[in-house]
Protein backbone atom coordinates (compact mmCIF):
# COMPACT_ATOMS: atom_id res chain seq x y z
CA UNK A 1 0.00 0.00 0.00
CA UNK A 2 1.58 3.72 -1.23
CA UNK A 3 1.09 5.87 2.18
CA UNK A 4 0.23 9.44 1.21
CA UNK A 5 -0.51 12.61 2.64
CA UNK A 6 -2.47 15.72 0.56
CA UNK A 7 -3.49 19.01 1.55
CA UNK A 8 -4.72 22.30 -0.35
CA UNK A 9 -3.44 25.84 -0.39
CA UNK A 10 -5.62 29.01 -1.25
CA UNK A 11 -4.95 29.27 -4.71
CA UNK A 12 -6.42 25.84 -5.18
CA UNK A 13 -3.36 23.91 -5.42
CA UNK A 14 -3.51 20.12 -4.62
CA UNK A 15 -0.30 18.75 -3.01
CA UNK A 16 0.32 15.22 -2.16
CA UNK A 17 3.31 13.94 0.13
CA UNK A 18 4.64 10.69 -0.07
CA UNK A 19 7.38 9.85 2.57
CA UNK A 20 10.36 7.26 1.36
CA UNK A 21 13.21 7.24 4.01
CA UNK A 22 15.30 5.19 1.99
CA UNK A 23 16.60 6.91 -1.25
CA UNK A 24 18.43 10.24 -1.23
CA UNK A 25 16.41 11.96 -4.41
CA UNK A 26 13.58 13.67 -4.50
CA UNK A 27 10.82 13.43 -7.00
CA UNK A 28 8.68 16.37 -7.58
CA UNK A 29 5.79 15.79 -10.02
CA UNK A 30 3.81 18.49 -11.53
CA UNK A 31 0.46 17.54 -13.25
CA UNK A 32 -2.08 19.45 -15.63
CA UNK A 33 -5.67 18.83 -16.21
CA UNK A 34 -5.24 19.80 -19.62
CA UNK A 35 -4.30 17.26 -22.67
CA UNK A 36 -5.57 17.37 -26.74
CA UNK A 37 -8.85 16.63 -26.07
CA UNK A 38 -8.73 20.29 -24.43
CA UNK A 39 -8.40 22.00 -27.78
CA UNK A 40 -10.51 23.92 -30.27
CA UNK A 41 -11.10 21.46 -33.20
CA UNK A 42 -9.73 24.67 -35.06
CA UNK A 43 -6.51 25.08 -32.97
CA UNK A 44 -5.42 21.36 -32.48
CA UNK A 45 -1.88 20.32 -30.50
CA UNK A 46 -1.66 23.33 -28.32
CA UNK A 47 -1.43 21.15 -25.04
CA UNK A 48 1.98 19.50 -27.02
CA UNK A 49 3.04 22.65 -28.18
CA UNK A 50 2.76 23.75 -24.66
CA UNK A 51 4.66 20.95 -23.01
CA UNK A 52 7.55 22.58 -25.40
CA UNK A 53 6.84 25.75 -24.80
CA UNK A 54 7.20 25.26 -20.62
CA UNK A 55 10.82 24.70 -21.51
CA UNK A 56 11.25 27.94 -23.25
CA UNK A 57 12.05 30.07 -20.21
CA UNK A 58 9.74 31.88 -17.71
CA UNK A 59 10.00 35.46 -15.80
CA UNK A 60 12.92 35.08 -13.77
CA UNK A 61 14.85 32.20 -15.47
CA UNK A 62 15.75 32.73 -18.80
CA UNK A 63 17.02 29.09 -19.19
CA UNK A 64 15.10 25.72 -17.47
CA UNK A 65 17.54 23.38 -17.77
CA UNK A 66 20.86 24.92 -16.54
CA UNK A 67 20.15 25.42 -12.85
CA UNK A 68 18.41 21.58 -12.85
CA UNK A 69 21.82 20.46 -13.81
CA UNK A 70 23.77 22.09 -11.73
CA UNK A 71 21.44 20.97 -8.74
CA UNK A 72 22.06 16.92 -10.38
CA UNK A 73 18.57 16.85 -11.92
CA UNK A 74 16.40 15.66 -14.19
CA UNK A 75 13.85 15.91 -15.87
CA UNK A 76 11.20 15.31 -18.62
CA UNK A 77 7.74 15.34 -19.63
CA UNK A 78 4.54 14.15 -21.57
CA UNK A 79 1.20 14.66 -22.82
CA UNK A 80 -1.35 12.64 -23.97
CA UNK A 81 -5.04 13.06 -24.95
CA UNK A 82 -6.16 13.53 -21.38
CA UNK A 83 -3.22 15.24 -19.08
CA UNK A 84 0.28 17.02 -19.49
CA UNK A 85 2.36 15.70 -16.60
CA UNK A 86 6.24 17.77 -16.04
CA UNK A 87 8.68 15.75 -13.47
CA UNK A 88 12.14 16.57 -12.10
CA UNK A 89 14.33 14.07 -10.04
CA UNK A 90 17.12 15.57 -7.98
CA UNK A 91 18.98 15.09 -4.64
CA UNK A 92 16.46 15.67 -1.75
CA UNK A 93 19.27 18.45 -0.46
CA UNK A 94 18.76 20.84 -3.61
CA UNK A 95 14.47 20.26 -3.47
CA UNK A 96 14.20 24.24 -2.97
CA UNK A 97 15.18 24.20 -7.44
CA UNK A 98 12.73 22.06 -8.35
CA UNK A 99 10.16 24.78 -6.12
CA UNK A 100 11.64 27.49 -7.43
CA UNK A 101 11.39 26.50 -11.38
CA UNK A 102 8.40 24.74 -11.29
CA UNK A 103 6.50 27.48 -9.46
CA UNK A 104 8.29 30.09 -11.91
CA UNK A 105 6.95 28.56 -15.13
CA UNK A 106 3.47 28.37 -13.28
CA UNK A 107 3.53 31.79 -12.41
CA UNK A 108 4.00 33.54 -15.84
CA UNK A 109 6.14 31.92 -18.65
CA UNK A 110 8.32 34.14 -20.79
CA UNK A 111 5.79 34.48 -23.78
CA UNK A 112 7.78 35.96 -26.74
CA UNK A 113 7.55 35.60 -30.53
CA UNK A 114 11.32 34.21 -30.24
CA UNK A 115 10.23 31.32 -28.02
CA UNK A 116 7.28 30.57 -29.84
CA UNK A 117 9.13 30.15 -33.22
CA UNK A 118 11.66 28.02 -32.09
CA UNK A 119 9.02 25.88 -30.23
CA UNK A 120 6.37 26.01 -33.27
CA UNK A 121 9.45 24.44 -35.47
CA UNK A 122 10.60 21.87 -33.13
CA UNK A 123 6.97 20.52 -32.94
CA UNK A 124 6.70 20.98 -36.92
CA UNK A 125 9.64 18.83 -37.84
CA UNK A 126 8.65 16.33 -34.83
CA UNK A 127 5.14 16.01 -36.95
CA UNK A 128 6.93 16.05 -40.15
CA UNK A 129 9.42 13.16 -38.79
CA UNK A 130 7.24 10.97 -36.98
CA UNK A 131 3.79 11.48 -38.54
CA UNK A 132 3.98 12.65 -42.31
CA UNK A 133 7.59 10.83 -42.97
CA UNK A 134 7.73 8.19 -41.33
CA UNK A 135 6.06 4.78 -42.83
CA UNK A 136 2.73 3.60 -41.32
CA UNK A 137 3.70 7.35 -39.32
CA UNK A 138 -0.37 8.63 -40.14
CA UNK A 139 -2.18 5.37 -39.38
CA UNK A 140 -3.43 7.05 -35.95
CA UNK A 141 -4.35 9.95 -37.79
CA UNK A 142 -6.82 7.49 -39.84
CA UNK A 143 -7.94 5.17 -37.12
CA UNK A 144 -9.12 7.93 -34.75
CA UNK A 145 -11.02 10.04 -37.68
CA UNK A 146 -12.50 6.54 -38.02
CA UNK A 147 -13.33 5.81 -35.06
CA UNK A 148 -14.47 8.75 -33.80
CA UNK A 149 -17.04 11.45 -35.18
CA UNK A 150 -18.08 13.84 -32.34
CA UNK A 151 -15.10 13.60 -29.06
CA UNK A 152 -12.18 15.51 -29.51
CA UNK A 153 -10.58 12.15 -29.47
CA UNK A 154 -10.53 11.88 -33.50
CA UNK A 155 -7.12 13.82 -33.18
CA UNK A 156 -3.70 13.03 -32.32
CA UNK A 157 -1.99 14.49 -29.43
CA UNK A 158 0.56 16.38 -31.99
CA UNK A 159 -2.81 17.86 -33.31
CA UNK A 160 -5.10 16.96 -36.73
CA UNK A 161 -3.06 19.48 -38.90
CA UNK A 162 0.39 20.55 -39.19
CA UNK A 163 -1.37 23.83 -39.89
CA UNK A 164 -2.90 24.48 -36.74
CA UNK A 165 0.73 24.68 -35.08
CA UNK A 166 2.27 26.33 -37.67
CA UNK A 167 -0.18 29.09 -37.56
CA UNK A 168 -0.58 28.69 -33.80
CA UNK A 169 -0.09 32.63 -32.75
CA UNK A 170 1.06 34.39 -29.26
CA UNK A 171 -2.16 35.33 -27.68
CA UNK A 172 -3.66 32.16 -28.83
CA UNK A 173 -0.72 30.42 -26.80
CA UNK A 174 -1.41 32.79 -24.57
CA UNK A 175 -5.36 32.43 -24.03
CA UNK A 176 -4.27 28.77 -23.39
CA UNK A 177 -1.88 28.89 -21.18
CA UNK A 178 -3.93 31.35 -18.15
CA UNK A 179 -6.77 29.01 -18.59
CA UNK A 180 -5.40 25.81 -18.34
CA UNK A 181 -2.18 26.59 -16.53
CA UNK A 182 -3.72 27.40 -13.34
CA UNK A 183 -2.71 26.32 -9.41
CA UNK A 184 -6.52 25.36 -9.29
CA UNK A 185 -6.25 23.16 -12.20
CA UNK A 186 -3.06 21.31 -10.72
CA UNK A 187 -1.77 18.37 -8.87
CA UNK A 188 1.99 18.79 -7.01
CA UNK A 189 3.46 15.49 -5.72
CA UNK A 190 6.32 15.17 -3.61
CA UNK A 191 8.13 11.98 -2.99
CA UNK A 192 11.51 11.31 -1.02
CA UNK A 193 12.52 11.53 2.67
CA UNK A 194 10.55 14.52 3.21
CA UNK A 195 8.27 15.17 5.73
CA UNK A 196 4.47 16.93 5.03
CA UNK A 197 5.31 20.28 7.24
CA UNK A 198 8.30 20.60 5.14
CA UNK A 199 6.82 20.59 1.59
CA UNK A 200 4.11 22.76 2.90
CA UNK A 201 6.45 25.36 3.64
CA UNK A 202 8.04 25.53 0.31
CA UNK A 203 4.88 24.86 -1.31
CA UNK A 204 3.50 27.97 0.17
CA UNK A 205 6.57 30.18 -0.16
CA UNK A 206 6.67 29.28 -3.71
CA UNK A 207 3.18 28.65 -5.34
CA UNK A 208 0.87 29.84 -2.14
CA UNK A 209 1.13 33.61 -3.92
CA UNK A 210 0.54 32.56 -7.92
CA UNK A 211 -3.00 33.35 -8.80
CA UNK A 212 -5.49 30.52 -8.83
CA UNK A 213 -6.98 31.05 -12.16
CA UNK A 214 -10.19 30.05 -12.92
CA UNK A 215 -11.57 25.76 -12.27
CA UNK A 216 -11.27 24.91 -16.04
CA UNK A 217 -15.37 22.61 -16.04
CA UNK A 218 -15.04 19.97 -18.74
CA UNK A 219 -17.60 19.75 -20.95
CA UNK A 220 -16.66 17.77 -24.15
CA UNK A 221 -19.47 16.22 -26.65
CA UNK A 222 -20.04 12.32 -25.87
CA UNK A 223 -19.31 10.03 -28.84
CA UNK A 224 -22.42 8.70 -29.52
CA UNK A 225 -22.54 4.79 -29.37
CA UNK A 226 -21.57 3.12 -33.11
CA UNK A 227 -24.52 1.79 -34.78
CA UNK A 228 -22.58 0.29 -37.87
CA UNK A 229 -19.22 -0.99 -38.67
CA UNK A 230 -16.78 1.36 -40.59
CA UNK A 231 -14.29 0.62 -42.99
CA UNK A 232 -11.29 2.71 -44.88
CA UNK A 233 -8.76 1.56 -47.27
CA UNK A 234 -5.84 3.89 -47.39
CA UNK A 235 -2.86 3.12 -49.87
CA UNK A 236 0.70 3.53 -48.88
CA UNK A 237 4.01 3.32 -49.82
CA UNK A 238 5.02 1.43 -46.95
CA UNK A 239 6.82 -2.34 -47.06
CA UNK A 240 3.99 -4.24 -45.78
CA UNK A 241 0.27 -4.35 -45.47
CA UNK A 242 -1.07 -3.52 -42.39
CA UNK A 243 -4.39 -4.25 -40.33
CA UNK A 244 -5.99 -2.02 -37.84
CA UNK A 245 -9.05 -2.50 -35.86
CA UNK A 246 -10.35 -1.04 -33.07
CA UNK A 247 -13.49 -0.53 -31.02
CA UNK A 248 -14.68 1.45 -28.46
CA UNK A 249 -14.30 0.34 -24.97
CA UNK A 250 -15.52 2.20 -21.32
CA UNK A 251 -13.48 4.81 -19.89
CA UNK A 252 -11.17 4.92 -17.18
CA UNK A 253 -13.48 4.60 -13.84
CA UNK A 254 -15.55 1.91 -15.57
CA UNK A 255 -15.12 -1.61 -14.44
CA UNK A 256 -15.43 -2.65 -18.27
CA UNK A 257 -11.96 -0.98 -18.17
CA UNK A 258 -10.54 -3.51 -16.17
CA UNK A 259 -11.88 -6.31 -17.91
CA UNK A 260 -10.84 -4.94 -21.78
CA UNK A 261 -7.47 -4.25 -20.50
CA UNK A 262 -7.12 -8.38 -19.28
CA UNK A 263 -9.04 -9.34 -22.63
CA UNK A 264 -5.85 -7.25 -24.32
CA UNK A 265 -3.01 -8.94 -22.01
CA UNK A 266 -4.34 -12.53 -23.47
CA UNK A 267 -5.24 -11.65 -26.94
CA UNK A 268 -2.43 -10.11 -28.01
CA UNK A 269 0.45 -8.87 -25.16
CA UNK A 270 3.62 -11.35 -25.78
CA UNK A 271 4.60 -14.61 -27.37
CA UNK A 272 2.09 -16.32 -25.54
CA UNK A 273 -0.48 -14.44 -26.44
CA UNK A 274 -3.75 -16.30 -28.48
CA UNK A 275 -3.26 -14.16 -31.97
CA UNK A 276 0.74 -14.56 -31.69
CA UNK A 277 0.27 -18.04 -31.58
CA UNK A 278 -2.48 -18.87 -33.99
CA UNK A 279 -1.96 -16.13 -36.57
CA UNK A 280 1.93 -15.21 -36.30
CA UNK A 281 3.10 -18.93 -35.59
CA UNK A 282 -0.13 -21.14 -36.75
CA UNK A 283 -1.29 -19.97 -39.78
CA UNK A 284 1.66 -17.42 -39.97
CA UNK A 285 -0.42 -14.53 -41.80
CA UNK A 286 1.20 -11.93 -39.35
CA UNK A 287 5.03 -11.16 -39.23
CA UNK A 288 3.93 -9.40 -35.94
CA UNK A 289 0.38 -8.54 -33.95
CA UNK A 290 -0.41 -6.76 -30.58
CA UNK A 291 -3.49 -6.25 -29.15
CA UNK A 292 -3.78 -2.86 -26.35
CA UNK A 293 -5.69 0.07 -25.24
CA UNK A 294 -5.60 3.77 -25.22
CA UNK A 295 -5.91 3.85 -21.50
CA UNK A 296 -7.96 7.00 -22.02
CA UNK A 297 -9.97 9.09 -19.22
CA UNK A 298 -12.75 8.59 -21.42
CA UNK A 299 -13.98 5.87 -23.51
CA UNK A 300 -11.39 4.77 -25.52
CA UNK A 301 -10.10 2.22 -27.99
CA UNK A 302 -8.98 -1.36 -28.06
CA UNK A 303 -6.62 -2.02 -30.71
CA UNK A 304 -5.26 -4.87 -32.61
CA UNK A 305 -2.80 -4.26 -35.34
CA UNK A 306 -0.17 -6.09 -37.11
CA UNK A 307 2.13 -6.18 -40.52
CA UNK A 308 1.19 -8.82 -42.89
CA UNK A 309 3.27 -11.45 -44.53
CA UNK A 310 4.02 -10.81 -48.15
CA UNK A 311 2.02 -12.84 -50.15
CA UNK A 312 -1.24 -13.28 -47.93
CA UNK A 313 -3.89 -10.58 -48.18
CA UNK A 314 -6.06 -8.55 -45.52
CA UNK A 315 -9.06 -9.84 -46.49
CA UNK A 316 -7.54 -13.25 -45.35
CA UNK A 317 -5.61 -11.63 -41.74
CA UNK A 318 -8.97 -9.39 -40.94
CA UNK A 319 -11.04 -12.55 -41.64
CA UNK A 320 -8.72 -14.40 -39.37
CA UNK A 321 -8.81 -11.71 -36.57
CA UNK A 322 -12.54 -11.53 -37.06
CA UNK A 323 -12.42 -15.60 -36.20
CA UNK A 324 -10.46 -15.08 -32.93
CA UNK A 325 -12.47 -12.84 -31.71
CA UNK A 326 -15.68 -14.94 -32.43
CA UNK A 327 -14.09 -17.64 -30.54
CA UNK A 328 -13.33 -15.48 -27.67
CA UNK A 329 -16.54 -14.18 -27.61
CA UNK A 330 -18.55 -17.75 -27.69
CA UNK A 331 -16.36 -19.56 -25.98
CA UNK A 332 -14.74 -16.99 -23.53
CA UNK A 333 -11.41 -17.73 -21.39
CA UNK A 334 -9.93 -20.70 -19.28
CA UNK A 335 -9.54 -20.13 -15.59
CA UNK A 336 -5.85 -20.62 -16.42
CA UNK A 337 -5.36 -17.93 -19.10
CA UNK A 338 -7.33 -15.31 -16.43
CA UNK A 339 -5.01 -16.01 -14.01
CA UNK A 340 -1.99 -15.63 -15.98
CA UNK A 341 -3.32 -12.23 -17.39
CA UNK A 342 -3.94 -11.37 -13.82
CA UNK A 343 -0.66 -11.90 -12.66
CA UNK A 344 1.33 -10.32 -15.41
CA UNK A 345 -0.82 -7.09 -14.70
CA UNK A 346 -0.06 -7.29 -10.70
CA UNK A 347 3.87 -7.91 -11.97
CA UNK A 348 3.59 -4.94 -13.47
CA UNK A 349 1.67 -2.59 -11.17
CA UNK A 350 4.41 -3.65 -8.66
CA UNK A 351 7.64 -2.54 -10.75
CA UNK A 352 5.75 0.46 -11.62
CA UNK A 353 5.78 0.93 -7.55
CA UNK A 354 9.28 0.05 -7.37
CA UNK A 355 10.32 3.98 -8.87
CA UNK A 356 10.17 7.21 -7.10
CA UNK A 357 9.34 8.92 -10.32
CA UNK A 358 6.35 6.34 -10.83
CA UNK A 359 5.03 6.69 -7.46
CA UNK A 360 4.70 10.43 -8.05
CA UNK A 361 3.03 10.14 -11.24
CA UNK A 362 0.86 7.86 -10.61
CA UNK A 363 -0.49 9.52 -7.46
CA UNK A 364 -0.79 13.01 -9.18
CA UNK A 365 -2.69 11.27 -11.71
CA UNK A 366 -5.28 9.17 -9.30
CA UNK A 367 -5.63 12.32 -7.63
CA UNK A 368 -6.78 13.95 -11.06
CA UNK A 369 -8.98 10.99 -11.47
CA UNK A 370 -11.03 11.49 -8.24
CA UNK A 371 -8.46 10.64 -5.36
CA UNK A 372 -5.17 9.61 -4.90
CA UNK A 373 -5.98 7.20 -2.68
CA UNK A 374 -7.51 4.94 -5.70
CA UNK A 375 -3.98 3.62 -6.58
CA UNK A 376 -3.92 1.89 -3.82
CA UNK A 377 -7.32 -0.24 -4.86
CA UNK A 378 -6.52 -0.70 -8.38
CA UNK A 379 -5.01 -4.45 -8.26
CA UNK A 380 -8.83 -4.88 -6.66
CA UNK A 381 -10.73 -4.07 -9.46
CA UNK A 382 -8.15 -6.40 -11.88
CA UNK A 383 -8.55 -9.25 -9.47
CA UNK A 384 -12.70 -8.69 -8.85
CA UNK A 385 -13.34 -9.34 -12.90
CA UNK A 386 -14.66 -13.30 -13.47
CA UNK A 387 -14.25 -15.12 -16.50
CA UNK A 388 -18.09 -14.91 -17.14
CA UNK A 389 -17.81 -10.79 -16.89
CA UNK A 390 -14.45 -10.59 -19.06
CA UNK A 391 -16.52 -13.03 -22.01
CA UNK A 392 -19.42 -10.31 -21.09
CA UNK A 393 -17.35 -7.72 -21.70
CA UNK A 394 -15.72 -8.84 -25.05
CA UNK A 395 -19.25 -9.79 -26.09
CA UNK A 396 -19.68 -6.01 -25.84
CA UNK A 397 -16.83 -4.61 -26.95
CA UNK A 398 -16.53 -6.74 -30.17
CA UNK A 399 -20.34 -6.17 -31.55
CA UNK A 400 -19.76 -6.31 -35.28
CA UNK A 401 -21.39 -2.98 -35.52
CA UNK A 402 -18.36 -1.12 -33.01
CA UNK A 403 -15.63 -2.56 -35.22
CA UNK A 404 -13.36 0.26 -37.36
CA UNK A 405 -11.49 -1.67 -39.65
CA UNK A 406 -8.58 0.19 -41.65
CA UNK A 407 -6.92 -1.66 -44.09
CA UNK A 408 -3.51 0.02 -44.95
CA UNK A 409 -2.46 -1.77 -48.44
CA UNK A 410 0.87 -0.97 -49.44
CA UNK A 411 1.06 0.93 -53.29
CA UNK A 412 0.76 -1.87 -56.11
Known amino acids: MLHFERFTLDNGLRVLVHKDDTTPMVAVNVLYDVGARDESPERTGFAHLFEHLMFGGSENIPE ?3 PLQ ?4 ENNAYTTNDITNYYIQLPLANIETAF ?6 MNALAFSEKSLDVQRKVVCEEFKEHYINKPYGDTWEHLRALAYTTHPYRWMTIGKELKHIEEAQLDDVKAFFYKHYRPVNAVLCVAGNVTTEQVKQLA ?3 FGGIPAGEKYNRSLPAEPKQTQARMKVQEVDVPLDALYKAWHMEGRMSPGYYAADLITEIMGN ?3 SRLYQRLVKEQQLFSNISC ?3 GSTDPGLLVIEGKIVEGKTLEQANAAVDAEIAKLVSGGVTEEELA ?3 NKIEAMITFEDMTLLSRANNLAFYELLGDAALIN ?6 NAVTAAYLQETAATVFAPENANTLFYKKKS
Open 70 to 73: MAGG
Open 340 to 342: KAK
Open 270 to 272: GFS
Open 377 to 382: TEWDKY
Open 100 to 105: WLESDR
Open 64 to 66: YDE
Open 204 to 206: EKW
Open 292 to 294: YHT
